[in-house]
């Protein structure tokens, strides 16, 4: 049953406003041939009501009201009759003028006579249909007709309809003020429009701007917010004053559920099991539009909709797990102007979408936070208020919390102005991308071009649709911009890209490619990158232009990689801690050192094994020649790498003490306090740097030398307590001259430090294990038997103690000294490098 509702509903053709209702007086004779009703004023009147009720379905309540105001003269039952077929909920029907005749008919009669339909629809072609009605039912009885006063003449009569925008979108379900446009002819200004949403009536207005045509255009302004989500039954009607009406569209719209998130909010965010989107309504209030999604489960695809429901973006997810969507502050005037939808507000409506593809099984997590910055902090997602302070961070947790942090302490996502994607193809030089693959917290690559005579740059933002980006290359002065995915014509030489990446609210962000194209400006190429194989050149030339100071030297295995690789991930070779990483532990692996030490999987010994995976700022020094320089190893440096450890103490002088240890030595004692922290622990938590090894105590080993692994409960330990006390062969407990000169027995802190120094000196260093890359892996061309004289069966050894370095030389500015970098070449080189394969 249709049903009239009044909604802040609008309907417009462009400027001016026209009312149906301008009544004009006419009176004429129907010659129909229909006899007139017969019996009581109040029994026939019943009739008439109940079956005018009947042709739009009204119920028993409403047809007892309209008798009881036809039977009290508050109307008359001509009144009524006019009312129901020129109501809306009878034209939505579109009855053609027969099928009106019959209707009318079977009010007034009971029946549709034929002879009686024939002469109304004749009728119908000169008069309009309120003076039809009018007529035949005064013919019928005079006490029945209408009271009002009706048009003198045909009316306005719509004669086209153009319909431009209708019900029908692109997108699955439909938000925020649905448009409805077109344009129609009308041979007068009496026309309105109605919406009808599920059977029930929301009345509109009606503005037209006739053009040179005669046309008149019109747009139906709905706001489905106020509706609940599901499928919706809707329709829009053109009435004339003649009425006629037409129904100009019509069909079903699906208005999703929607969540309200809040700014500076941080909310839990989900697109459930078996559904493909998830639907989220925000009210920005006075500023712009800043969502940002992050601990996404899975990748997925979000878009951005205005207050009328029209797309403004989408953006993928990155890598890293982020996505944003950006939108400046809405004309709310404008658009209550426009539509005539009062009190609209700055709402946006976002969708989270699996990708194609996903069926849909399990949820899809996330967390939504309505701020233009995001913060990690205290591990967790917090929004940022906006504001200036120099050293405070306003934060919103997720339980609505609000706090102030010191910005040292929180950790901002890299978010604006920032690229989620950069990378460089050729159709003329291999496959192989930027140096290193990128990283969202990386903002140099480097690239050597093996011949490519173009090059292809590919880079998004994690903005995306939101963000611009202007790029342009360098090459001997010459600048040439360059567009995202167009190719590039590659000159010779050094080349500098330069991408920078324009935020939503003009915040940049850049990014530098180093580009090398066959020789250089200098004598890089030919001295130092010849040594190597062709896939080092890009890492290596990014270094260079980065720290044009250091100095690079190929050291040839004389080995194939996979050679090394099947020797390193024999038994206890290559070790790791299940409890840490479970995952990079080697399926059966046994247990072999306390606590949780097992093997390693081959792929994760390849990856630390691999020389090219550690081309960069903080790990190249696991390629650093180890012998002791005045000029780069301060006491400074050597506190910033102990800051905080066990060594980081009043009761002892452990500065001092591994200082002149590695001075003695003729070994960093960079080195030598990082590997103090590697096998010791951080907080010192071996027992054979306290000396308090039980039978042992008063003995000391800050290295971890003659500890072997064991599964006993403190084997290790007690094998280096030994040591330390008796030297090699601790049953014959005699200390030989060799051990003496390396200050045995360590019974006090300073002949441990300096007397372990020594021995690293001449077990490792005086024998060419000169990095922490060797002294790991035992791959030197000495004579001597290869893989059987490794300082430690930690993985990660060189990995770990090689940020350490960089941290001490970058605390005290000493970070483009003049180092000397030793890497091992191996032959047949895996092809695919750069990252621990996916899954670990």
């Not at 001016?16 to 129907?30: C, E, K, N």
Request: with cysteine; charged share 25%.
């Amino acid at each position: 049953m249709l049903k009239r509702r009044p909604e802040y509903f609008a309907v417009f053709a462009l400027s001016a406003v026209a009312a149906i209702g301008a009544a004009f007086v006419t009176v004429f004779s129907l010659d129909t041939g229909t006899p007139a009703l017969s019996g009581s004023r109040g029994q026939n009147a019943a009739q008439i009501v109940t079956r005018a009720a009947d042709i739009v379905e009204l119920g028993s309540e409403d047809k007892t009201a309209a008798i009881m105001r036809v039977n009290t003269g508050s109307y008359s039952a001509g009144d009524y009759v006019l009312s129901v077929l020129t109501s809306p909920e009878y034209l939505i029907k579109s009855p053609d003028d027969r099928q009106f005749a019959k209707d009318l008919c079977k009010i007034l009669y009971g029946n549709a006579d034929e002879g009686a339909v024939s002469s109304i629809t004749q009728a119908l072609g000169s008069y309009n249909r309120m003076t039809v009605i009018d007529d035949v039912i005064s013919q019928a009885d005079r006490r029945f007709a209408v009271t009002g006063k009706i048009a003198n003449g045909p009316g306005s009569v719509i004669t086209g309809i153009n319909l431009e925008q209708g019900l029908a979108g692109d997108d699955e379900y439909t938000v925020g003020i649905k448009e409805i446009s077109g344009s129609f002819s009308a041979t007068g200004d009496e026309i309105r429009t109605d919406l009808f949403v599920d059977g029930a009536l929301y009345r509109g207005y009606l503005k037209y701007d006739k053009s040179s045509q005669g046309t008149k255009g019109f747009i139906l302004a709905w706001d489905t917010a106020g509706f609940d989500p599901g499928d919706h039954d809707v329709s829009i009607l053109l009435r004339s004053s003649d009425g006629r009406g037409v129904t100009v569209a019509g069909g079903k719209v699906r208005i999703p559920k929607k969540e309200r998130v809040e700014t500076l909010s941080v909310e839990d965010g989900a697109i459930a099991e078996g559904q493909k989107t998830a639907w989220f309504l925000y009210d920005a209030g006075d500023s712009d539009c800043y969502v940002n999604f992050a601990g996404l489960s899975e990748k997925i695809s979000v878009s951005l909709y205005d207050l009328s429901g029209k797309l403004i973006g989408t953006n993928m997810s990155t890598g890293a797990g982020y996505a944003a969507l950006r939108a400046k502050k809405q004309d709310t005037g404008r658009i209550t102007s426009e539509t005539g939808i009062p009190g609209v507000s700055n709402c946006f409506y976002i969708c989270a979408r699996r990708l194609d593809g996903g069926d849909g099984s399990g949820e899809v997590s996330f967390k939504m936070v309505q701020s233009r910055d995001v913060a990690s902090f205290d591990g967790k997602y917090v929004s940022v208020a906006p504001g200036k302070s120099d050293d405070q961070y306003k934060l919103t947790d997720a339980l609505g919390n609000v706090y102030q942090a010191s910005k040292e302490k929180v950790k901002i996502l890299p978010i604006n102005a920032t690229l989620s994607h950069l990378d460089v193809k050729s159709t003329d030089a291999g496959d192989r991308g930027v140096y290193p693959s990128f990283e969202v917290n990386e903002d140099k690559y480097g690239y050597y071009a093996s011949g490519a005579k173009s090059i292809t740059l590919e880079c998004e933002s994690t903005e995306g649709y939101a963000a611009k980006y202007k790029i342009t290359a360098e090459n001997n002065g010459t600048k040439t911009e360059i567009k995202p995915g167009e190719p590039f014509a590659l000159p010779e030489g050094e080349t500098v890209i330069t991408a920078d990446v324009i935020s939503f609210d003009g915040q940049k962000g850049s990014y530098s490619l180093y580009v090398l194209a066959g020789d250089d400006n200098g004598s890089f190429a030919e001295e130092t990158l010849s040594q190597f194989p062709e896939s080092y050149y890009s890492g290596l030339w990014l270094m260079h232009c980065k720290h044009p100071t250091y100095r690079f030297r190929a050291y040839d295995t004389k080995v194939t990689f996979g050679e090394a690789l099947k020797a390193e991930t024999v038994g206890n070779k290559s070790l790791v801690q299940d409890g840490a990483f479970p995952e990079y532990v080697k399926d059966g692996s046994p247990l072999y050192d306390k606590p949780d030490w097992k093997a390693a999987k081959t792929e994760v010994v390849s990856f630390y094994m691999d020389p090219r995976n550690f081309l960069n700022d903080k790990r190249i020094f696991m390629f650093e020649l180890l012998g002791f320089d005045e000029s780069v190893h301060t006491k400074d440096g050597l506190k910033r790498i102990i800051s905080g450890s066990f060594m980081d103490t009043d009761d002892f002088d452990y500065v001092t003490a591994i200082y002149e240890a590695g001075r003695q030595a003729g070994v960093s004692p960079y080195f030598l306090a990082s590997r103090i922290i590697q096998e010791m622990g951080f907080s010192g938590r071996s027992a054979l740097c306290k000396g308090t090894v039980t039978g042992y105590e008063g003995y000391y080993n800050f290295y971890n030398i003659g500890s072997a692994s064991s599964t006993k409960e403190g084997g290790a330990t007690v094998g280096g307590a030994k040591y330390a006390k008796w030297g090699r062969e601790p049953d014959k407990e005699e200390i030989s001259d060799a051990e003496a000169k390396l200050l045995l027995p360590w019974d006090t802190k300073e002949k441990a430090i300096t007397g372990g120094a020594l021995w690293i000196a001449s077990g490792y260093i005086d024998k060419g294990q000169n990095t922490l890359y060797f002294q790991k892996f035992d791959v030197l061309d000495d004579g001597t038997v290869r893989y059987n004289h490794q300082y430690a069966q930690n993985i990660m050894m060189a990995y770990s103690e090689s940020i350490r370095y960089y941290n001490s030389y970058d605390s005290i500015k000493k970070t483009d000294s003049a180092f000397v970098f030793v890497i091992p070449v191996y032959s047949d080189m895996p092809a695919e490098y750069g990252y621990l394969p996916k899954g670990l």
